[in-house]
């Protein structure tokens, strides 16, 4: 198979002169715009350039931290999440899929980095600390949500990844893998490469907000999103309800550009910025209607999604090739995985029987 060709595994020990890369996604929904914009459009390009042998991992356990209690809504988020990848056109020929949850060496290697780690360094990672008071865990904190950062070091050092392309909101989670790897490769000697994250170049991209346009960042939980798995009809009415600039009340009045969500979509995804130049100041001025620029967005929107939609239409119709397509590509990670952990086992001295 092409991955065996590109990341050679030989007595145990990766060999590969080419660079890694790998990211993740949590199947606790489907994939929205944010992710689109935030990672998903990074990793493709990257595929795409044909320079990495490239890992995608849907973090089923990272899931599973604040889902415990809901099994089946992430055993069906990992099937939908795989749809939305071969939608917006990873393509597993030349990019792993798998699914965390069936890759022993994870939990392993997270026991391991847990002693790299204090509870006081968890506690103040600026990501975990939102999602802790988004979720109300208050004093009752899951002791698998804290750690889930370590978890996701063990994703990304698996295959020893150089490359980790994420939103913005993933750099606390990128340093503290980074933290880990030196800690790891001073005490133990130099086996886990550190990883850098890639993030997007415009602001927009990294933190897309919801269309309610309050700071947040789109989410499933703040019901918020647009999801690539939306047809027309929703497409339309979520760029209909979007926030623009509740002091635009007349069509003459002239409207607020900044903090106005439709605006903010066209920076990230139109390409015609002299037409949205007009646009924007001619809403500043006065006379240009919201539904009119609602209008333009629905187009720019629908023009780069309907391919995705299709894509993903022509996909479900096989279900049994998706889960096969995982589980492929879950035995190959794990070739990785275990060679990487032989490695760590005996650089801890716990390879006892050689
Ligand atoms: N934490 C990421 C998210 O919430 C998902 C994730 C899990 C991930 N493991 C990863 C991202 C490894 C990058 C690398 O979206």
Known sequence: MLLLELLLVKEGVIITTRKVLLTGDRPSGQLHLGHYVG????????????????????????ALTDNFDNPQKVRDNVYEVALDYLAVGLDPTRTTICIQSLMPALPELTVYYLNLVTVARLQRNPTTKTEIAQKGFKASIPAGFLCYPVSQAADITFCKAHVVPVGEDQLPHLEQTREIVRSFNSIYGEVLVEPEALIPSSAGSRRLPGI???????????????????????????????????????????????????????????????????????????????????????????????????????????????????????????EVANATLREVRAAMKIDYFG
């Open 212 to 334: 309610t346009g309050t700071d947040s960042k789109m989410s499933k939980s703040l019901g918020n999103g647009i999801y690539l798995a939306d047809d027309k009809d929703t497409l339309w009415e979520r760029i209909r309800q979007m926030y623009t600039d509740p002091g635009h009340l007349r069509v003459e009045d002239p409207g607020q550009i900044e903090g106005n969500v439709v605006f903010t979509y066209l920076d990230v995804f139109g390409t015609d910025t002299a037409y949205i130049a007009q646009l924007k100041e001619h809403y500043q001025r006065g006379g240009l209607g919201d539904m009119k620029v609602k209008k333009y967005l629905f187009e720019v929107l629908d023009a780069e999604l309907a391919p995705i939609r299709e894509r993903r239409l022509e996909h479900a119709k096989d279900p049994g090739a998706v889960l096969e397509m995982l589980r492929e590509g879950t035995k190959a990670a794990n």
């Open 39 to 62: 990672s998903l459009k990074n990793r493709l390009q990257l595929q795409d350039s044909g320079d990495y042998d490239c890992f995608v991992l849907i973090a089923d356990v990272q």
